[in-house]
Every structure is written in C-alpha cells, then in structure tokens.
C-alpha cells in the first residue's frame, strides 16, 4: 500500500524577526564599542605618556652630555635643524617637532603625530664659550586654566624646553582657544613675552577654553641645573 509522502514543515525568519534581530545586535554592538573606544583611548593616553616621559629623560641625558639642549628638527627629520632658530620670532625660543633621532626615542605619539618640541634659544645656543649659566632666562612658560576664573594661571615660568603631543584630534575649531594657542607656539606665532603652552585636562565640546586633548611635559631649569652638575658640567 502506498502512502503519501509526510510533508516536512520549513520554518524561517520573516522581515520582521530579521529586523528585530539586527536590531538587537546594533544594540549589543553599540554598547560594546562604548567602553572598547574608551578603553582603547585611555591606553593611547598612557602610550603617550610614557613617551613623554621618556623624551623628557632622553633631553635631560642630552644636556648633561653636550652642555646645551638640542635644537628642535623639521618633520619627518629625525635631526637638529638649526634653521628652526632663525628669525625675529625665535629670538627667545624655538620650535619644531622633536628630533627623535639624535635622543634615540620615539617619533611620535599613540596618534601617529610627530611630537612637537619648543626649547628656550640660551639652552640650546652652541656658540656660547659656557653652554649654560644660572643666569640664562626662558621666556617659555606653562599655564593652567582656572576654571572658577575662566581664565588662565601660570603654573611654570622660565621654562627651558617644553615638550607636548597634539593629542587624537586635530585643532583647527575657532573656540578651542587652548590648543590653538599650542599649535601657534608650534609654528612661531607668539611672541617671546607671551611664548606658553596651556596644560589642562581633557574637555569636549563646550568646555571653557574649548575641547582640549593635547598632552603636555616640561623641564624646570632647577631639574636640568641639577642634571647637569650631576654630570660635571660648569656652571656659572
């Protein structure tokens, strides 16, 4: 006796459950990438850091072996370049990005940007008979936004050389005040009696002084002094 074939019943997803699906998964997704993005940029941050600290070691070794700081380099040179010391503007200080080379560190930060560098002309001066004397002056400082005054303290003054990382976003927006004022130290657009860098912690949008990433080290002069007569160097 023959029998009927048993029809196998085929279940499958309609538009709608897909649609709930990948619904689902964006959202998974997009509370994953959160925390990930944030855990990802706190690692870059601290990359960077230590970078920077690095750099400022590797100045400090510089100086106690040559008397002086190194000049700042051009671009993607990893070598001093003295040109980035001539002109009306750089009387006082100079800047360029760091020269990696000569200090033996890294060329730029977690971001793939070369880190910039601004060194107070004195200290880096090679033609003095005596690389350094206490009574070498900087022009150079570094200042903090307060933010009850909504305006800027100077924290650091008669810096010898300052060294910072423009961070993960690129300065360019009218209000980010803080990081234009960096970027103009970055291309000699301050003059010396008001050659600083502003240090403060990240900020988005809206905050005062606007967005702000930059990641900021410097050399006090007592710290190079004492590195130096650490090393023998003559100071007078």
Same mark, same amino acid.
């Not at 019943?9 to 459950?17: K, P, Q």
């Not at 870059?44 to 970078?51: G, N, P, R, Y």
């Not at 890294?106 to 910039?116: E, G, L, S």
């Not at 003054?157 to 910072?164: A, D, L």
């Given at each position: 006796?023959?029998?009927?074939?048993?029809?196998?019943?085929?279940?499958? !997803?309609? %538009?709608?459950? $897909? #649609?709930?699906? $990948? $619904? %689902?998964?964006?959202?998974?997704?997009?509370?994953? *990438?959160?925390?990930?993005?944030?855990?990802?940029?706190?690692? &870059?941050?601290?990359?960077?850091?230590?970078?920077?600290?690095?750099?400022?070691?590797?100045?400090?070794?510089? #100086? #106690?072996?040559?008397?002086?700081?190194?000049?700042?380099? $051009?671009?993607?040179?990893?070598?001093?370049?003295?040109?980035?010391?001539?002109?009306?503007?750089?009387?006082?200080?100079?800047?360029?990005?760091?020269? /990696?080379?000569?200090?033996?560190?890294? @060329?730029?930060?977690? /971001?793939?940007?070369?880190? @910039?560098?601004?060194?107070?002309?004195? !200290?880096?001066?090679?033609?003095?008979?005596?690389?350094?004397?206490?009574?070498?002056?900087?022009?150079?400082?570094?200042?903090? @936004?307060?933010?009850?005054?909504?305006?800027?303290?100077? %924290?650091?003054?008669?810096?010898?050389?300052?060294? /910072?990382?423009?961070?993960?976003?690129?300065?360019?927006?009218?209000?980010?005040?803080?990081?234009?004022?960096?970027?103009?130290?970055?291309?000699?657009?301050?003059?010396?009696?008001?050659?600083?860098?502003?240090?403060? &912690?990240?900020?988005?949008?809206?905050?005062?002084?606007?967005?702000?990433?930059? *990641?900021?080290?410097?050399?006090?002069?007592?710290?190079? !002094?004492? @590195?130096?007569?650490?090393?023998?160097?003559?100071?007078?």
């Amino acid at each position: 006796m023959l029998t009927s074939p048993v029809k196998k019943s085929v279940s499958g !997803f309609t %538009i709608l459950e $897909l #649609a709930i699906v $990948l $619904l %689902i998964v964006a959202a998974l997704t997009a509370s994953l *990438l959160g925390p990930f993005t944030n855990y990802l940029y706190q690692r &870059q941050v601290a990359e960077t850091d230590k970078s920077l600290d690095e750099i400022k070691e590797a100045l400090l070794g510089f #100086a #106690a072996a040559n008397g002086r700081l190194p000049y700042p380099g $051009l671009t993607g040179v990893g070598l001093e370049d003295a040109t980035t010391c001539t002109g009306t503007n750089n009387s006082d200080y100079c800047s360029g990005v760091i020269p /990696w080379q000569v200090l033996g560190i890294a @060329r730029t930060d977690a /971001w793939n940007k070369p880190f @910039r560098y601004s060194v107070s002309y004195p !200290f880096a001066d090679p033609s003095k008979p005596i690389k350094f004397t206490l009574q070498d002056k900087s022009s150079l400082s570094v200042n903090m @936004r307060d933010p009850g005054a909504a305006g800027l303290v100077s %924290i650091a003054s008669k810096v010898p050389t300052i060294v /910072w990382s423009a961070g993960r976003r690129n300065t360019g927006v009218p209000a980010n005040v803080d990081e234009i004022t960096n970027e103009n130290l970055f291309t000699h657009n301050l003059l010396p009696i008001k050659a600083f860098v502003v240090t403060r &912690q990240y900020a988005e949008a809206g905050a005062v002084g606007g967005e702000f990433d930059d *990641l900021v080290v410097w050399v006090p002069a007592p710290v190079l !002094f004492n @590195r130096l007569l650490s090393a023998g160097q003559t100071l007078n």
